[in-house]
């Protein structure tokens, strides 16, 4: 690829070579080194490629409904690069699907291994702190009942942000079907506390578990307040994350 220094700066296919522009420079290069669809329909070289398409595709749509599904928790957050990073992690999640021929491997079988369960316990919506860093403590998961509960909390510990005076702890149980992509969800009263509340205890416990097939999962979300003339105002910290899978 070779940039245009000629006075009159050409846009298209001319002789075999092709004039265009990136990001608002001219440049030039040989005709005939894209892609085509008929080629990557048809051509055995392009095997891999038709395999890629396939599996983002289905990764895609996973993200989308999955994304639908947290919106009681995610849908004041704002991060350009979550988008990229939950295609990330369900692609990865994907090839832990072991039955499947490339092409058609799938989140869901994936999500049927320890490997990839661990994958989804560990990813952080919120980059910056994982719901458990900004507690300052860690819970325990009931798979039985999918109930949450931490027993020493301490608003002394938590990461309050500056100018923060209240936590907010939310927790549900999201049933998330990873074939069908049909979800719901079951959303327990969330927890304020004043920033000097100390040490407490506290435990999630929802009066039902989501009916439907799919896996639960134990979705928690902390956020920060603070209090102006009576009102609380939102601040940007925010955690949120999968506590546990069953």
Sequence with gaps: MAKQESVVKLSGTIGGFNFFYRKGKPFVRIAGGGFDSKKI??????????????EFGMCSKAKKALRLALNPFLHHYKDATLHGRMMTLLQEIKTHDGVSARGQRKVGLGMQTAAGQRLLREFAFSPK????????TSGAFDAATCAYAVADFSTDVARFPAGATHVEIHY????????????????????????????????????????????????????????????????????CGVLGVV
């Design 129 to 136: 702190y994982s719901f458990e860093q900004l507690l300052g």
């Design 172 to 239: 549900g149980v999201l049933r998330f079907d990873f074939e069908t992509l049909e979800h719901q969800m079951a959303l327990c009263p969330p927890l304020l506390l004043p920033r000097d509340a100390g040490n407490t205890s506290f435990h999630f416990t929802p009066d039902m578990l989501p009916e439907g097939n799919g896996m639960l999962l134990g979705i928690g979300c902390v956020r920060f307040y603070q209090e102006l003339n009576g009102n609380l105002m939102g601040l940007g910290d925010f955690g």
């Design 41 to 54: 329909k048809n051509s055995p070289t392009m095997v891999r490629v038709r395999e890629n398409a396939s």
